[in-house]
Each structure stands twice: as structure tokens, then as C-alpha cells.
């Protein structure tokens, strides 16, 4: 149930009034693009400002390349250009560069559907910096096969050619790229007539497996010598494949290949073998590796004792269900030797990474800053069929998340509340400092260190301390469609505290966040997310509102932690809130998320934020929720370096062809622009 809120500020004043704009901001000029028909004016309303998004078109599936030469982060994606909607008859790759997340450029796309093997679209992969002819490498899936506009589903049974895995390299640096004159290198899937999918190849040096498969093969072989033979570069070990598919009825599978010259791949059977609808407790709080795993990936992570332990992310699909049956996963197992030459992980833990509308998460390793990162995309459509008439004029689709770093998250002396930490699910255990307690490890993320610049000209605005959760609207100076908030709060049992977002002034239009501590229910009431006029309400509007106002929940429990005295205390609730726009990112305790859009109807600078207390009325006022800090910043600038003029939240810098990637610091040293709100802003003096 949506709460309507006493329109008072944190400190108890009166808030400003609001303005009387109601009608939903949009861009007053058309938009132009490469000489294509103007770009309808909502192209702007519910574009992001600090989330990656395509200049025009269609945006999914996204994987980086990190050239650690010249500390440049390469983003490749699912690219349908023309249309705002993914087109079974053409899917590029995308390609944007930046140094920092904070600026990016936009880049030719990088391989586009030209050859018999691909004409229906270049699928997810992976690139990395050394590889065929020691230089950048990029494996993908190339399309070419249609029945019924897709048979690229978890569902049907392989054709030959529907998905074959090909090469591309490149010798200018990844900027442009060649395919392989004989592709495709990889072109069956490993049992033929009986698998459903094969795609997204994930290919990396591992030497870990190197070391385990080669003493195997001299065990094998009575032999005390160990070979690990050189790559095509004259390098020590494989580069290894893993790729996603289901077999038969049977569930996931993610299968291993190990080549040295990228053109002559060896077989060496399943890296991950599960059952259908494989989970870690329950479907709804923990997940499940459904029917077939997508954008698969695959790393390590130490823990503060030095131990290593492994971890794997895919997308898992069903095809029905919220987000058109799709969930991301992330699990984690022990490495041991499988029965075809290969290693295999054997899952032990896991669960959601997220559990609403983030998708396709890409893991990989930043050589450059010593770091795991990952990045995911975030859907427009919520179930709706790609033809939809509401999202397709707007001329654009899907955005990135906030890339993240993944680190094992760590916590001591945990009580086992309920059998809540031995059940199986994503907590894996070792015996805690004081008696009868765990050390609790788990997969944590957070914002990369470089998120915290978007805020880094604005100050925060400071909520207080210890201050009671209460039906309450944040003061006026922290009105914006785009922000970052940090809110802890102290619950118990009983208690429901909240926070309220994007909401118009008199809470008629609004989305809702509550979490309710004796449930581990983290939910997002949109109902009232998109309310728009009886007068000129649609049947088109009803039919997509029903897609983007179901609410979101998601299962997360905070820990229990015995002190030094010996007596217990419930951790604080930490929620790390991001809001661009359409856009909404919350991580929670570092080991949670939840991500999803809301599009309101009125989306001006009078949107709000506050709190709610859903907290019953019996608890006592000493064990009520109360708000231990909160900040928040508002207004970011925009991220893009080479769009001045595409729309509202166009790029503030002048296009320049050498700036060559450079770091918003750089331009900023470059450029004589006002570190400000994002909009388009007179282009000051460049420097030669």
C-alpha cells in the first residue's frame, strides 16, 4: 500500500511551494542524427544524465575491454542503431571508450552484421588485450538463422549455423577491427541434435586451470614433468573458453574449450552442470539458474585471509514471468578436475546479485586498478513485446548500470538467527572469533571509487542524525530528478521503515521503497509510479502501465553480531540509493540490489523524495526505526563527451576531435565549462 505523506521537511519547517508545472518535461526541438528524420520530442523526458545510454537506438548486452596500455576502458554492447527495440535482423556491437566512467565517448561500432555466418546479428562475447596475432582479440556470437523471427532460445533445439562463435582482431588499438577471413573458429556445439543455445563466449588466460589440467595429464601419464606449452604469442598457458546452453530437458550448462592460436579449439567438457530450475533455497528469495545461462563469466577473489575463492555470474531465463523471465545470478564452488580433461565448479553457494531489472552483468578483471568490475543492462521494456507503441518513438532503449566492484564481503562474529546463516544459500561460513558465532563471507559490491566524482562539485545535503522515521518530506534544496542518497537506519523486530522516490508533490505519483525487518521483504511499491490524466489516458498507456507498475521485492536479511560483552546487536540497515532520472539503483549493505525504472507522468524539477514508517503501531517508541544518517547530493553533470545538442541532457563539453578519451578531470582542464547541473552550457575557450 502507497502512504500519503504530510508535505513537512526532515528538520520539521515548511517546505517551499511547489511549482505548478505539471505536464512531464520534454525536449522543445527535434533531434537529428546522421541525416535520419527528427528524433520524436520525448526522446529527452526520460533519458538518463550519469547512466551510460545509446546516442539512438537500441541498447542490451554489455562486456568491457580494458586496454591496460593506455588506461582506457573499452564498452562494447548490443547495438540496434536504427531502431529502438532489439531487431532479430540486425545487432551490432556498440563501442564507447572513457577512462574514468564519468565521461565516455561514443566510437564506431566495432563489428556489425557484414558475412553469411553473422547477417543476423553479432551476439554477446568477450575481447581481451593479446590474442590472435598478439593483438586486441574479440570472440562473439555470430547469428544466422531464423525461424519464427528467433530461434536463438532456450527452448529449441540447435540448427547448424544459428550460432556459430567467431573471431576479430584488431591493430589499431580496438578502435577498429577485423573479422577472421575463415570464420567461424568454434562452429558445433559440443553434442549435436541436443542442445538448446550456444552463445556469449567468455575467454580468458586462467593459470590455475593450466596448472591443475597439466599435472593431471603427467599424472596420467607416470610422468614427474608438468608442461604448460606457449600461446601463439610466445606466451605460458591457454586461453580458455567457457560458454554458455542447456542440454536436452536436462538444465544449464556452461561448457570449457582451451586453444593456443584461437583458430583450433580442444574440447574439454562442462565447466558447470546443473538441473533445471537449479536453486540455492527458494526461487523467490534466493533465485534460480532456470533453464539456460547467459553472459556467462567467471572470477577469482581473495578474502582477508588470503584464501582464494571462485565465482561465476550469468543471466538465468525461463521466458516468462517479471522481466520476461529473466534473473541475475551469481554463484560460487570449489574448482576440481572434471571426467573430459577440463576442470568443473561445483556449486555450493549463490543467489541473486540482482533482483529486479538489472541483466547480462559482465564480470572482468581492471589490470588497471587491480580490481574485479562489473557491469549489467538495464531493460526499458518490462515484459512488453518489442513492438510496443510507447517506448519505440521515443528513439532510444536500455541503459548500463553503475559499474561496480566485486569483493568478497566479509563479516565476524555473526549469530545464526533461525538457521537463517547455515541454510543453504549465499553465505559461506567459517567459525567466528568469539564461541558459537561465524565468520560470514559472501559476494559483495559497491560504486568503483570513481562514482563518488559525479558528486564531487556538489555538496551534500546533510539529513540530520537519530532522527526518528516519520511520514516526512526532504527539504526543497533536495528536489531533482537526479541523485545520490546515503541513508542508515536502526530497525528491529517489527519495525517497516521506508524511503520515498520520485515523487510528485502531493504524493499522488510516487514509488515507494520499504523493508520489513521481520520479513527480509525488500519491496518497491510502483502502483502509483506513473499516474497520468482520465482525460488522456490511452489504451496504449493502460497496457504499458501494467509492465512498469508491478512492484518489485526482493529477500534480504541483516546479520546479528555478538559483541566483545557478549551481547547481540542487529546490524544497520545501509541504503546506497541512485536516481538518474528513469533510472533507479539501491544497494544495500554492500551485498544487495535491486534496479528498476519508473517513468513518471509529471517529471519536473518538483520531484521529491522523503521517508515512510509502515512500522504497526504496537511497537514501542523506543524500538521504532529511526534514521542514523542520511545525505544527499543533487544534480550531476552529464556523462557524455560527444554529444553536445542530442537533448536536455546533452553534453556540456564542445566536440573536439583529440581529446582522445580523456578523463573528466582532463577536460575539464581543457574546456572552460561550469561545473554544473548537466545542461547544455555555452562552449567556453578550448585550448590548442
Known amino acids: 500500500m502507497s502512504t500519503k505523506i504530510t508535505p513537512r521537511s526532515i528538520n520539521g519547517s515548511t517546505p517551499e511551494p511547489p511549482s505548478t508545472r505539471s505536464k512531464a518535461a520534454t525536449s522543445t526541438k527535434p533531434i537529428t542524427y546522421k541525416g535520419e528524420k527528427p528524433v520524436t520530442t520525448t526522446f529527452s523526458t526520460f533519458r538518463p544524465r550519469y547512466h551510460f545510454a545509446p546516442r539512438t537506438g537500441w541498447l542490451n548486452d554489455v562486456n568491457i575491454w580494458i586496454d591496460a596500455k593506455t588506461g582506457i576502458y573499452h564498452l562494447f554492447y548490443q547495438q540496434n542503431e536504427p531502431e529502438s527495440r532489439w531487431n532479430g535482423n540486425y545487432i551490432a556491437w556498440g563501442h564507447a571508450t572513457t577512462r574514468d566512467f564519468l565521461v565516455y565517448y561514443d566510437q564506431p561500432p566495432t563489428v556489425a552484421p557484414s558475412e553469411p555466418y553473422d547477417r543476423l546479428g553479432i551476439c554477446s562475447g568477450s575481447a581481451l588485450s593479446k590474442g590472435y596475432k598478439g593483438c586486441p582479440t574479440m570472440i562473439y556470437s555470430a547469428v544466422n ?20 562463435q567467431a573471431l576479430a582482431w584488431s591493430e589499431d588499438g580496438g578502435y577498429t577491427w577485423k573479422k577472421y577471413k575463415d570464420n567461424c573458429v568454434l562452429r558445433m556445439p559440443p553434442v549435436k541434435g541436443e542442445t538448446k543455445a550456444f552463445r556469449d563466449p567468455f575467454v580468458t588466460k586462467n593459470a590455475r586451470f593450466d596448472r591443475m589440467i597439466a599435472e593431471a595429464e603427467a599424472k596420467r601419464d607416470d610422468s614427474d614433468l608438468v608442461v604448460i606449452p606457449k600461446d601463439c604469442n610466445g606466451d605460458e598457458g591457454y586461453f580458455y573458453m567457457q560458454i554458455g546452453g542447456t542440454y536436452k530437458e536436462d538444465g544449464p550448462r556452461i561448457w570449457l574449450y582451451r586453444t593456443l592460436d584461437f583458430l583450433h579449439w580442444d574440447h574439454l567438457g562442462e565447466f558447470i552442470t546443473v538441473p533445471k530450475n537449479y536453486t540455492f533455497r527458494s526461487f523467490e528469495t534466493h533465485g534460480s539458474l532456470l533453464r539456460n545461462l547467459e553472459v556467462f563469466s567467471h572470477f577469482s577473489l581473495h578474502d582477508s585471509k588470503g584464501e582464494v575463492i571462485e565465482f561465476g555470474m550469468a543471466g538465468a531465463e525461463m521466458g516468462y514471468g517479471k522481466h520476461e523471465g529473466r534473473v541475475q545470478m551469481w554463484f560460487s564452488g570449489p574448482i576440481s578436475l572434471n571426467d573430459s580433461g577440463g576442470v568443473k565448479m561445483t556449486l555450493t553457494h549463490g543467489g541473486k546479485y540482482d533482483c529486479s531489472g538489472s541483466y547480462a552483468n559482465f564480470a572482468i578483471f581492471d589490470p588497471v586498478k587491480n580490481r574485479t568490475i562489473v557491469n549489467g543492462w538495464v531493460d526499458e521494456a518490462d515484459g512488453l513485446n ?35 546463516i547455515t541454510a543453504e544459500g549465499p553465505y559461506i561460513l567459517a567459525p567466528g572469533t568469539m564461541e558459537g558465532t561465524y565468520r560470514v563471507r559472501t559476494l559483495g559490491w559497491k560504486p568503483i571509487e570513481e562514482v563518488t566524482q559525479l558528486r564531487s562539485h556538489v555538496d551534500p545535503y546533510n539529513l540530520g542524525s537519530n532522527i526518528p522515521v516519520t511520514n516526512t518530506i526532504f527539504p526543497t534544496q533536495t528536489h531533482s530528478k537526479f541523485q545520490e542518497m546515503h541513508l542508515t537506519f536502526q530497525v528491529g523486530p517489527g519495525t517497516k521503515p521506508g524511503v520515498l522516490l520520485r515523487s510528485n508533490p502531493d504524493q499522488s505519483e510516487c514509488s515507494i521503497l520499504t523493508y520489513d525487518y521481520d520479513t527480509g521483504k525488500l519491496q518497491v511499491d510502483r502502483q502509483k509510479s506513473r499516474v497520468v490524466p482520465p482525460e488522456i489516458l490511452t489504451t496504449c498507456d493502460t497496457e504499458w502501465e501494467k509492465h512498469h507498475t508491478f512492484t518489485e521485492e526482493g529477500y534480504f536479511r ?98 573536439k576531435p583529440d581529446y582522445n578519451t580523456l578523463s573528466r578531470a582532463e577536460l575539464r582542464k581543457k574546456c572552460a565549462v561550469r561545473a554544473g547541473d548537466g545542461d547544455v552550457l555555452p562552449a567556453g575557450k578550448v585550448e590548442e
Open 145 to 164: 538463422f531464423l525461424i519464427n523471427e528467433l530461434r536463438i532460445r532456450y527452448n529449441l533445439y540447435y540448427q547448424p549455423g544459428q550460432e556459430q
Open 386 to 420: 518489442e513492438d510496443n507503441l510507447v517506448i519505440r518513438p521515443w528513439g532510444w532503449a536500455g541503459v548500463l548500470t553503475i559499474p561496480m566492484e566485486l569483493f568478497v564481503h566479509e563479516r565476524d562474529n555473526v549469530v545464526d538467527v533461525d538457521g537463517e
Open 558 to 655: 541483516l546479520y546479528t553480531i555478538r559483541d566483545a560483552d557478549g551481547s547481540d546487536h542487529i546490524e544497520p540497515l545501509d541504503l546506497h540509493i541512485y536516481i538518474d532520472n528513469s533510472v533507479v539503483e539501491i544497494f544495500v549493505n554492500e551485498r544487495f540490489g535491486m534496479t528498476f525504472r519508473v517513468y513518471p507522468y509529471h517529471n519536473d524539477e518538483s520531484i521529491c523524495a522523503g521517508l515512510v514508517d509502515h512500522t504497526p503501531g504496537h511497537v514501542k517508541e523506543c524500538d521504532r526505526p529511526k534514521m542514523i544518517s542520511g545525505k544527499i547530493w543533487s544534480t550531476f553533470e552529464c556523462c557524455y563527451a560527444n554529444r553536445e545538442g542530442m537533448d536536455e541532457c546533452g553534453s556540456p563539453y564542445p566536440r
